[in-house]
């Protein structure tokens, strides 16, 4: 009894040595990732001169904002950021509606050609947006969406992404919910808006952050689209301070950072239902 004691005490040690290896690595690499932000945003508080220095300062000897003033001063950054904002904000509660509505049609629906059709949808998940750049282009500018918001709205709005991906979480609601409020004399919209889409909320909060950071990071079609000063996105915007004959690379990082904390805030707050719609999303009954 005694050595199987031991026995036990010996490898549960060993399990708490293993576990805290593990976690020092895990510690370690989420740092190693942390970083880039680190020296971005330390970055924004030197003079440009200290920001190529080297060996490099990783410590700002010296912090100065008036990087980030110069920002909003000379350029149009607040009409940037609101841009930026508006686009992504009103191209995700467009994909969403959309996306609910196609997908439980997909998945609680019967009509005819349903899995044909919904095929075609997923089969244009493995066209790439650049390869319909051109075509796509032509088309805003017949409808006269250049340098316009609506220009860079509607074609993401246009993805069978969120059609895909919340398809799995109607599927997994039980068909006996619908058919119960269907029998106690609710419509197809009441059961879709009062029953289903409350229960793939998860699914929604990981969609809405996925497309928005998408949305907010497609560079190429918001600049082939928003050629004027003013219909520039923050991405775009940002971009154009980096083509000066002599940069001044900490005025840069500045709107770098300025650009980067939207992000931030977007999976600070909504984290856990990002977290929770993958992991409902990736488990089907």
Do not use: H
């Amino acid at each position: 009894m005694m050595g199987m004691f031991r026995k036990g005490n010996k490898n549960k040690k060993k399990k708490e040595k293993i576990d805290i290896i593990l976690n020092g690595l895990v510690i370690f690499f989420a740092v190693l990732n942390l970083f880039p932000l680190y020296w971005l945003f330390t970055s924004s508080l030197k003079n440009s001169s200290d920001v190529v220095k080297m060996p490099p300062d990783w410590f700002p000897k010296t912090i100065t904002f008036s990087n980030y003033v110069d920002v909003f001063n000379n350029q149009p950054a607040f009409r940037w950021a609101f841009n930026s904002i508006f686009v992504s904000l009103v191209s995700t509660i467009a994909l969403i509606i959309v996306s609910c509505l196609a997908a439980y049609a997909f998945s609680k629906l019967k009509f005819k050609g349903k899995n044909v059709i919904f095929i075609i949808f997923i089969s244009s998940l493995m066209v790439p947006k650049e390869v319909m750049i051109v075509p796509l282009f032509r088309i805003i500018q017949d409808l006269g969406m250049v340098n316009s918001l609506n220009g860079m709205i509607w074609p993401n709005v246009a993805t069978a992404f969120g059609v895909f991906m919340l398809k799995g979480f109607f599927d997994s609601i039980p068909d006996s919910l619908r058919e119960s409020a269907r029998i106690d004399g609710a419509s197809e919209f009441t059961v879709f808006y009062r029953i289903m889409v409350p229960m793939v909320k998860p699914g929604i909060g990981a969609l809405f952050i996925l497309n928005f950071v998408q949305v907010w990071n497609d560079y190429l079609w918001q600049l082939v689209v928003g050629q004027d000063e003013n219909s520039k996105t923050l991405m775009v915007g940002i971009a154009t301070l980096m083509q000066d004959l002599n940069p001044n690379f900490a005025y840069k990082m500045a709107g770098a950072t300025v650009a980067a904390v939207p992000m931030l805030l977007i999976f600070i707050f909504f984290q856990k239902y990002f977290t929770s719609g993958i992991s409902i999303g990736a488990v089907k009954e």
